[in-house]
């Protein structure tokens, strides 16, 4: 099945014509200071009382970030000094949001859901990030004799993730609920996840801690995945009835929002089966399944919880805001398969291949600014092994010959002959055992995929690009395809700012991409393009002098390969 693709087009017939702004909301909290506060005002719904600024002259700067790598999403913005001080109207943990867009109709309608207390998250709203103030700075600068006043805010989204677990027994017997809650979790996790041999699967581990850290989820109550589980009591999670209705998301007058309203979590192997759709079809069980205790929960973040229980050998997991199944964005927790399975893998394990990953495609006539796209050969790799946990054997050293002798590595003989050995050894914390323990079941084929991934990563493309502003909800874990290539996006950062140093102030716009895993549209590798650059599609490249000696001293070989590599399928 070919991927689900979006054209990132210019708007206009002949250019891409912009009008660049940035709205910034803050819901600040009525209370900031609620460990003083008098007793007839500690109840939630005094906590969680807020008040609106919608922030649309004074931006001076205002940027957002968003990587595979990172558990928070960021944001800095740069306000002028209007008729606001922002130092004294805002405090850390308020909430805040950003968006971003090119085109002024886009900004009154936005501006007027988000004064009018309605949705505006819907898929040309132009939102970039949802979450908290981190800091807020006053900064005062006078340079020859003139005094300029600027607040520098700091936002962070995601930072629910960060929240640490304590876990002691002793508190059994508090009164405070919450307390108890964590002391019973030893008795919750055996009842609900112990299997025959001990170890569970990595998505019922993952599923459990979203459940049992953050509360059910709206659509999960009815349907629960495991039969007596707690719902958490945990109320640091309860958001401000305003940040609700900008997300769409309307409770009785009786009934809190809580994060998990506005949290959609996808768990599993992506399968997309339906066409056109960016929302997978279908998600089968990740690969992974593993011992762990509650003694090991003690002051850790939930972030770091379920990184140790992802099996990351094989899976990745990340925070973005995306486009949910009915078109508007929403923070998504995603643990998934890592993408990268090509066209040569013959494996048999359930794979989403790299090409079927949902696609956002640059038009060839949007302008860009800057790209830096190219191979490096420092991540070559010729030699990888890997090894998984085996429970029921007590012998490190009889565990690790076993599956050695069961097949864990892949060498590229001719490539170490030539380059050197480049080795690459991964160690999981899962198993790798049939259900009974009795013999090897998963080595052989982990191996298989992580040969696929990454053997030949050198001929790989990777880099940046910008490119004028991009409005729609493109994010982290899609891909991108540009100039006849195919790269994953690791990071986003959107970028708006404000040159208010001439007599009329320009306003600017841009998207920076990071990207990886870069391959052809066909599957293949960079260099079997071959030295026709026009084969890129693009009308940007200059002309190349002396191209009759250059292709005579350096045959094209890669078309050669790609015919070989076709008949060896």
């Given at each position: 099945?070919?991927?689900?693709?979006?054209?990132?087009?210019?708007?206009?017939?002949?250019?891409?014509?912009?009008t660049?702004?940035?709205?910034?909301?803050?819901?600040?909290?009525?209370?900031?200071?609620?460990?003083?506060?008098?007793?007839?005002?500690?109840?939630v719904?005094?906590?969680?009382?807020?008040?609106?600024?919608?922030?649309?002259?004074?931006?001076?700067?205002?940027?957002?970030?968003?990587?595979?790598?990172?558990?928070?999403?960021?944001?800095?913005?740069?306000?002028?000094?209007?008729?606001?001080?922002?130092?004294?109207?805002?405090?850390?943990?308020?909430?805040?949001?950003?968006w971003?867009h090119?085109?002024?109709t886009?900004?009154?309608?936005?501006?007027?859901a988000?004064?009018?207390?309605?949705?505006?998250?819907?898929?040309?709203?132009?939102?970039k990030?949802?979450?908290?103030?981190f800091?807020?700075r006053?900064?005062?600068?006078?340079?020859?004799?003139?005094?300029?006043?600027?607040?520098?805010?700091?936002?962070?989204?995601?930072?629910?993730?960060?929240?640490?677990?304590?876990?002691?027994?002793?508190?059994?017997?508090?009164?405070?609920?919450?307390?108890?809650?964590?002391?019973?979790?030893?008795?919750e996790?055996?009842?609900?996840?112990g299997?025959?041999?001990?170890?569970?699967?990595?998505?019922?581990?993952?599923?459990?801690?979203?459940?049992?850290?953050f509360g059910?989820?709206?659509?999960?109550?009815?349907?629960?995945?495991?039969?007596?589980?707690?719902?958490?009591?945990?109320?640091?999670?309860i958001?401000?009835?305003?940040?609700?209705?900008?997300?769409?998301?309307?409770?009785s007058?009786?009934?809190?929002a809580?994060?998990?309203?506005?949290?959609?979590?996808?768990?599993?192997?992506?399968k997309?089966?339906?066409?056109?759709?960016?929302?997978?079809?279908?998600?089968?069980?990740?690969?992974?399944?593993?011992?762990?205790?509650?003694?090991n929960?003690?002051?850790?973040?939930?972030?770091?919880?379920?990184?140790?229980?992802?099996?990351?050998?094989?899976?990745?997991?990340?925070?973005?805001?995306?486009?949910?199944?009915?078109?508007?964005?929403?923070?998504?927790?995603?643990?998934?398969?890592?993408?990268?399975?090509?066209?040569?893998?013959?494996?048999?394990?359930?794979?989403?291949?790299?090409?079927?990953?949902?696609?956002?495609?640059?038009?060839?006539?949007?302008?860009?600014?800057?790209?830096?796209?190219g191979t490096?050969?420092?991540?070559?790799?010729?030699?990888?092994?890997?090894?998984?946990?085996?429970?029921?054997?007590?012998?490190?050293?009889?565990?690790?010959?076993?599956?050695?002798?069961?097949?864990?590595?892949?060498?590229?003989?001719?490539?170490?002959?030539?380059?050197?050995?480049?080795?690459?050894?991964?160690?999981?914390?899962?198993d790798?055992?049939l259900?009974?323990?009795?013999?090897l079941?998963?080595?052989?084929?982990w191996?298989?995929?992580?040969?696929?991934w990454?053997?030949?990563l050198?001929?790989?493309?990777?880099?940046?690009i910008?490119?004028?502003?991009?409005?729609?909800?493109?994010?982290?874990g899609?891909?991108?395809?540009?100039?006849?290539?195919?790269?994953?996006?690791?990071?986003?950062?959107?970028?708006y700012?404000?040159?208010?140093?001439?007599?009329?102030?320009?306003?600017?716009?841009?998207?920076?991409l990071?990207?990886?895993?870069?391959?052809?549209?066909?599957?293949?590798y960079?260099?079997?393009?071959?030295?026709?650059?026009?084969?890129?599609?693009?009308?940007?490249?200059?002309?190349?002098?002396?191209e009759?000696?250059?292709?005579?001293n350096?045959?094209?070989?890669g078309?050669?390969?790609?015919?070989?590599?076709?008949?060896?399928?």
């Open positions: 099945m070919s991927a689900p693709t979006k054209l990132i087009k210019q708007n206009q017939a002949d250019s891409q014509q912009v660049p702004w940035a709205s910034v909301g803050f819901f600040s909290f009525t209370y900031p200071d609620t460990f003083t506060l008098k007793k007839s005002l500690q109840t719904n005094s906590a969680i009382s807020t008040f609106r600024t919608l922030v649309v002259s004074d931006p001076i700067s205002v940027i957002t970030s968003n990587s595979k790598g990172a558990v928070e999403n960021t944001a800095e913005v740069v306000l002028s000094s209007g008729d606001i001080n922002y130092a004294y109207r805002l405090s850390p943990g308020d909430w805040a949001f950003i971003m090119d085109d002024v886009h900004f009154d309608r936005v501006n007027n988000v004064l009018a207390g309605t949705a505006a998250n819907d898929a040309k709203s132009g939102l990030f949802i979450g908290r103030v800091s807020v006053e900064i005062n600068v006078i340079q020859g004799g003139i005094k300029t006043l600027r607040y520098s805010i700091s936002l962070r989204g995601f930072t629910e993730f960060e929240s640490q677990i304590y876990y002691n027994p002793m508190l059994s017997a508090a009164d405070d609920e919450p307390l108890k809650f964590l002391a019973k979790l030893s008795d996790w055996n009842n609900i996840l299997t025959a041999n001990g170890a569970t699967p990595v998505d019922k581990l993952l599923t459990f801690f979203i459940d049992l850290f059910k989820g709206p659509k999960q109550t009815a349907n629960k995945p495991f039969p007596g589980l707690l719902r958490s009591p945990n109320v640091a999670f958001i401000p009835k305003e940040v609700a209705h900008i997300m769409g998301v309307r409770k007058e009786k009934q809190n809580s994060y998990t309203d506005l949290l959609k979590v996808l768990i599993g192997v992506q997309y089966t339906t066409p056109n759709s960016f929302f997978p079809g279908r998600l089968d069980t990740l690969i992974g399944a593993m011992i762990s205790v509650p003694n929960f003690n002051n850790v973040t939930v972030w770091s919880l379920l990184q140790a229980h992802l099996n990351q050998t094989l899976n990745e997991m990340y925070v973005t805001l995306r486009q949910d199944e009915n078109g508007n964005i929403f923070p998504y927790y995603v643990a998934r398969q890592q993408p990268f399975t090509s066209k040569r893998y013959k494996g048999t394990v359930g794979t989403t291949p790299f090409l079927t990953v949902p696609r956002w495609k640059i038009d060839p006539t949007r302008q860009f600014a800057a790209y830096n796209l490096t050969n420092a991540v070559r790799c010729n030699f990888l092994q890997v090894y998984g946990q085996m429970y029921n054997r007590p012998d490190p050293q009889a565990a690790m010959r076993e599956q050695i002798v069961s097949g864990n590595y892949a060498v590229d003989t001719l490539d170490a002959y030539r380059s050197g050995s480049r080795n690459f050894i991964l160690t999981s914390n899962h790798v055992q259900s009974d323990g009795t013999a079941s998963s080595i052989s084929d191996k298989d995929l992580l040969a696929d990454y053997m030949n050198h001929l790989k493309a990777n880099g940046t910008t490119v004028t502003g991009i409005t729609e909800p493109i994010c982290v899609d891909n991108l395809e540009y100039e006849g290539m195919v790269y994953q996006i690791e990071g986003i950062q959107h970028q700012s404000v040159d208010d140093s001439g007599p009329r102030p320009v306003k600017s716009f841009i998207t920076t990071s990207l990886s895993h870069g391959v052809t549209t066909t599957g293949d960079l260099y079997t393009l071959g030295d026709d650059r026009q084969k890129f599609g693009s009308s940007y490249w200059p002309a190349v002098s002396d009759e000696l250059y292709v005579n350096r045959p094209i070989v078309v050669e390969n790609a015919k070989q590599d076709k008949q060896d399928e």
